[in-house]
């Protein structure tokens, strides 16, 4: 559940809104601004003047997409105006982006009159590759869509009328598929006779369902031509057939589709429906019947809903930043139904085939194949941008539309690295651990920082949190931040009734070690104490602790009763951090202060492990100031040393060094000067020779990059646990800890 209180302090934290304008070119010194203004901008605007199609080329206009609204139809809000649609709108400006690589300027305008929306368009034309039409409401919103579609030279899409009806195209060719029904033979019952539901109406005509077989409803029963409230689009699909209620035109269909509301199909008219029923509920946030009843009231029925939660999610995600894509990519005059269709087509065609590795890793490895279930590809699923997008410019081509012919092959490849894996990586690691319902117990039961991570945790099933503390204080402090932690438990270690067992056990672990059992129990009242025995016991699946102490300090306390796993001379540390296009694992950034040859060589081939253990080849580099032996001297020769026995042990694994970071992340670079390196890729994993590098390396991507850094994740701990520093952010805290819960999950599946 998203809580107001969350939600104004994300539009709010930082800087107010969730998008902002950036340079892709350098533009820091005087000649660069005169580069990029005057008199530099007076060269392409002359090439341009003599050639607009040069836009594409010296412009940002071919990967801008202008997506505007007055705020007349905003969804669940309805006529709020343009003002409070914006945050809407920067919402879709952020997906495009995070999708697709599309920038967008968002646009609300102030008026309500249709022609004063489609001028203010069409004067805007030369700014976009693209206009993007939300949240007006019908009719205008689709005389507007039908105006501009017909006059601009550029792609028009309206994203209520289309997203959801390219998806739910999609769920049907492939349901018909499993229930072996024709579908210019099957009857379409469509409850919704707004934007939504004539975007569907019209695909399923493109896609082969007879007009005679569909019957569309509205809250006032079958849209009929005798009815004098129609508006002119709704009369295209106004049927005269005497099934005037709803119930009665359910009566031996096929398929159901709702685009209305809640509650409005019953078991009872669902069973009424034909052998092999399939039954898109689509309202939001409530679907016209649960996915639960529809299953219930008969064993035949194929179910999808526009609710992630559930399989055969019909969500628009799937559908308009790749469609945009394709089209942008081609500098397509209009997106037709024809290239709406080939999305459909090439949705459905994904989810027949075998689901990727790094798919079903993010679902806690559960299986997925097509079938009742698995109508529609994961919305992680990487290959949805390459497949769809490049389906949408080959129609555009083939319908003589697009203005710059690609070659597939090539197109499909430049898809594949343009949005790279760094977020889409971490999206995965909270779909993963959604599927373990671990239980992470955190020893700072009433710190802020933990409890609003834990509020965010438990509600997004990210993991089960248990906290440490004073009952009353713990539970005091969640009232006074008015936090809903109904799903966390509270254990007060002075009160537990495991205390006994925990403290014969922990005494039985260190007596030899200079600790009598009075001293014993006092440490045990000591949270991180009782948090590791907690672990140790069984009775925790992970252990995150830290963030009011010094990191030194916890990992020391930590380690008295977790201890390394057998083997391993050194525990060490982790960062995974996300850059936009890649992923890096660093370490040892937070741990060892000085580690030798063999402790620098664990720790590589911990990280290679944590990397592959995430679905991510591990190419490892030994980062030192010398590139391969140009530097003699003991801090160079301990990291060729390292390295040649990182190389011994995992002869399989791909590792290099000694070398200098440049070497390690510029292939140019390494293939000019070092040719004989065995990392033919760049590295992912970067090893550092000591603390302080790789601290101070850490840092810097912290707090000058644009890193998202998920870390220190413990390595070669004998049991999972992580241990936050201070300072660390609520969002930090989240990450570790869905890492934490697929390193948990991976070793215990180990």
Known sequence: MIRREDSIAYHTADRPGKIEVRSTKSCLGPREMRLAYLPGAAFPSEEIARDPSKVFQYTARGNLVGVITNGTAVPGLG??????????QEGMAVLFKRLADIDVFDIELDTKDPDKIIETIRFLEPTFGGINLKDIRAPEGLVIYQKLWETLRIPVFHENLYSTAVVASAALLNALDLVEKKIDEVRVVICGAGTVGTGCVRLFLRIGVRPENLLVYDAKGLVHPDRDDLFDFQREYARAENARALENGLKGADVFLGASAGGVLTQEMLRGM???????????????IEFEAARASRRDVIVATALGQYPNAVVDLLSFPYIFRGALDVQATRITEGMLEAAARALANLAREDVVEEVERAYGNERF????????????????????????????????????????????????VRIGTGRETLRGLIFRARQENMRVVFSDGTNETILRACSILADEKIASPVLLGAEDDVRGRIEKLGLDLAGAAVVDPEKSPRFDHYLNEYF????????????????????????????HSGDADLLVAGVTTHYAESLRTILEVIGPLPGI??????????????????????????PNAEELAETALLAAGMARSLGIEPRVAMLSFSNFGSVDHPFTRRVRDATAIAKARAPELVIDGEMQLATAVDGSLRQEYFPFSDLERDANVLIFPDLQSGNLALHLLQHVGEAVLIGPALLGARLPVHLLQYGQTVEDVVNLTALGVVQAAERRGA
Do not use: H, W
């Open 274 to 288: 034909g052998r092999y029923p399939i039954v898109f509920a689509l309202a939001t946030p409530e679907p016209e």
């Open 508 to 535: 039985r672990m260190r007596r030899r070690k200079g600790l009598m059992r009075v001293a014993a129990a006092r440490r045990l009242r000591q949270l991180d104490i009782f948090g590791a025995m907690m672990l």
């Open 79 to 88: 006529d709020v105006g343009p003002e409070a649609a914006k945050p809407m």
């Open 569 to 594: 001379r050194k525990v060490s540390s982790l960062y995974m951090v996300l850059l936009p296009k890649k992923i890096y694992f660093l370490a040892d950034c937070a741990v060892n202060i000085d």
């Open 369 to 416: 194949s097509f079938g009742p279930e698995y109508l529609l590809p994961k919305p992680i699923d990487p290959r949805i941008l390459v497949r769809e997008s490049a389906a949408v410019a080959e129609r555009a081509i083939s319908e003589g539309i697009a203005r710059r012919p690609i070659e597939t092959r090539l197109y499909e490849e430049s898809l594949n």
